[in-house]
């Protein structure tokens, strides 16, 4: 088998050679690389320690990632290169992260401890060294754990997320004693930190089968997730038919999770930034909001939410409510119409600002905003026209009534 490396990678492996260490690509892109996808990213594994890979690379930019780990970053023309010695994990006492780890010039001690068999394989132009059957676990489309599952997810209970985040990007199945194993040690995910299982579970929700691992596997997501408890069967698939239809993290996340307890506060424990988190509140809060296709209630729309978010939501009520497609594909027109000629329907394009109004005599204060947002809704309306001089007069016409009744 050959797998085509870039030619920086290449040139990584042969320094180390030349240098008589051994070298290998190992983990994520050997297993893509053989499934015929481009890989994110290339590391390499080497019997080199930490201080000979510096010596072997100070032609070149290096960054000391986690040197104390045996990972050195190598930058060759622009492409940053992860380097790592061989290692042995050592004593998992916390079910997260081994206490000390060893260095080793074996590699098949460092691939003993990587996760999946497809995961443990390494490759250089010697060929590819496959101690647990992953080529054939790639062949066959299977997540399997290397050695004794129990022991391998008591080491590391994020493995149990991996795995499920595997299955559903690469659309392979769980071997059967690796899914009994998943079940059984679940609640090992209480002891992982949710910056780590952020990321898996961002993962595992844009891969292409997150809608059966997410069914068959939800006691296992309720683990730190419990909130999706409530749902039943049917509401869970109808939610999760829904996200296929949305190919970005938040609206599939908002249709998941809208309507339970505090969404909001589910998202802030899960660890998302703040962005996401106004956006998803945002989002699910509008979900059950009626969009009308009319000018008038898509400017009022775009004054509240914005136009990128409320792009969103008529993304998510397309996806969820098929008897509104056609309304809502009229709304998207009318919006995009709004924001290509430019009309005015917020404050910021209103052509008057507060300082105008004071210039026009009415007093500081508190109805300054409120005399802009009366006469933004006229102008929303049509009954205005957004020009300075037209809206100055009509202030200065209904001063009285403006600022009369509050609203
Ligand atoms: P991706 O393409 O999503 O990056 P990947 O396989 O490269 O997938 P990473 O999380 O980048 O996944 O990890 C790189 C490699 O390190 C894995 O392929 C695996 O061999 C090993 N690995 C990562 N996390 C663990 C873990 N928790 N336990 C054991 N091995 C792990
Ligand atoms: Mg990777």
């Not at 930034?273 to 209630?297: A, G, R």
């Not at 000629?341 to 905003?369: E, W």
Request: charged residues 30%.
């Amino acid at each position: 088998m050959i797998i085509k490396v870039p030619k920086e990678v290449e040139t990584a492996l042969n320094i180390l050679h030349v240098n008589s260490y051994e070298a290998y690509i190992v983990g994520g892109c050997v297993r893509d690389s053989i499934m015929g996808k481009v890989p994110s990213d290339w590391d390499v594994a080497t019997s080199a320690k930490p201080e000979e890979i510096l010596l072997c690379f100070n032609q070149y930019r290096t960054i000391e990632t986690g040197i104390r780990h045996g990972t050195v970053t190598v930058i060759i023309s622009k492409m940053q290169i992860e380097i790592t010695t061989y290692r042995i994990d050592g004593e998992y006492s916390d079910n997260r992260r081994p206490d000390d780890v060893l260095f080793t010039d074996k590699i098949e001690f460092d691939l003993k401890r990587r996760d999946f068999t497809i995961n443990a394989l390494a490759y250089n132009k010697n060929g590819v060294i496959d101690l647990f059957g992953g080529l054939d676990d790639i062949k066959n489309k299977i997540v399997k754990c290397v050695g004794d599952s129990d022991e391998r997810f008591n080491e590391d209970g994020l493995r149990i997320l991996r795995a499920l985040r595997f299955a559903s990007v690469l659309n392979f199945d769980i071997e059967k004693n690796t899914s009994y194993s998943i079940f059984r040690n679940k609640n090992l995910l209480n002891n992982i930190s949710m910056e780590r299982i952020n990321i898996e579970l961002n993962k595992l929700i844009m891969g292409s089968n997150f809608q059966n691992i997410l069914l068959e596997y939800r006691d296992v997501i309720e683990v730190f997730l419990p909130e999706i408890q409530d749902l039943t069967k049917e509401k869970l698939e109808y939610r999760l038919n829904a996200m296929k239809a949305l190919n970005s993290l938040i609206l599939r996340l908002s249709v998941l999770l809208h309507k339970i307890d505090s969404p909001d506060k589910i998202l802030m424990n899960l660890k998302y930034d703040n962005k996401t988190v106004k956006t998803f509140k945002l989002l699910t809060e509008n979900i059950d909001e009626k969009i009308y296709p009319d000018q008038v209630s898509i400017k009022k729309w775009l004054n509240k939410i914005n136009h990128v978010n409320l792009n969103y939501l008529i993304k998510i009520k397309k996806a969820m409510f098929d008897y509104e497609y056609e309304e809502l594909t009229k709304s998207k027109k009318i919006m995009k119409d709004i924001i290509a000629t430019n009309q005015c329907y917020s404050l910021k394009t209103l052509a008057i600002n507060g300082q105008d109004i004071i210039d026009s005599g009415v007093p500081k204060g508190k109805n300054i905003g409120i005399v802009l947002n009366k006469v933004l809704n006229k102008v929303i309306e049509g009954k205005l026209e957004n020009n300075k001089d037209t809206l100055l007069i009509y202030i200065y016409d209904k001063r009285e009534e403006l600022l009369s009744s509050k609203k």
